[in-house]
């Protein structure tokens, strides 16, 4: 699990830098290629490298990550039966804090960016849904597939989930969260996720 969580980190790194003009005009194949020149510019680029500029750095990714992925979208996925029975300010805080761990789980990770290559294959549309695959390519030669999920809200395409060697990231997050909601509460859940963000 702990490799999927590093691939799936490389692949938000490849995919969430962009601006907003661009990606809210962009086919979800076009989105991708044109970001991954752009956010290997970011993480090779010597003025924003060192500790000095770490929240530069973070903001950056930061920012992109919330224009271009569909928060609400992942959260209502990973909550999956459970989401309708939360409360709008339910909802919204967990939203927040779902946010936040999966920034602070792999901004850590995609900083160690280290010449991984993406190789596109192919993109695929139906109606307001769209899924790119591409393969990225380690230093070792190994080919990681991957899949990225899109859907298309007031005529933007966002990144509601993503793929990795077969695992989906909301699947895998509906699974942790199910397991603790069912055997306790939704209070628990975000008590537990409020710990892992301040950490």
């Known amino acids: 699990m702990k490799r999927v969580m590093w691939y799936s980190a490389i692949c938000i790194l490849l995919v969430v830098f962009i601006f907003p003009s661009s990606a809210h005009s962009a086919e979800p194949m076009e989105m991708i290629k044109s970001v991954t020149e752009r956010i290997i510019e970011i993480v090779s680029d010597p003025k924003l490298k060192g500790k000095s500029m770490t929240d530069k750095r973070r903001a950056l990714i930061r920012g992109a990550v919330n224009e271009i ?3 609400e979208e992942f959260s209502k996925r990973s909550l999956g039966r459970h989401w309708r029975k939360r409360t709008p300010e339910e909802k919204k805080e967990f939203i927040s804090l779902y946010s936040r761990l999966l920034e602070k789980t792999y901004i850590d990770k995609v900083e160690g960016y280290s010449g991984e290559e993406v190789h596109y294959l192919y993109e695929k549309i139906e109606g307001r849904y769209a899924k790119v695959k591409v393969e990225v390519i380690t230093e070792k030669g190994q080919k990681i ?10 005529g933007k395409w966002k990144v509601y ?19 603790i909601l069912v055997r306790s509460s939704f209070n628990t859940l975000l008590k537990k996720l409020k710990k892992k963000v301040s950490k």
Request: net charge positive; hydrophobic share 40%; charged share 20%.
């Open 69 to 71: 992925f569909d928060w």
């Open 145 to 154: 597939p991957v899949q990225y999920r899109f859907i298309k809200k007031n």
């Open 161 to 179: 989930d993503l793929v990795i060697e077969g695992v989906s990231l909301t699947n895998n997050y509906r699974a942790q969260f199910n397991n």
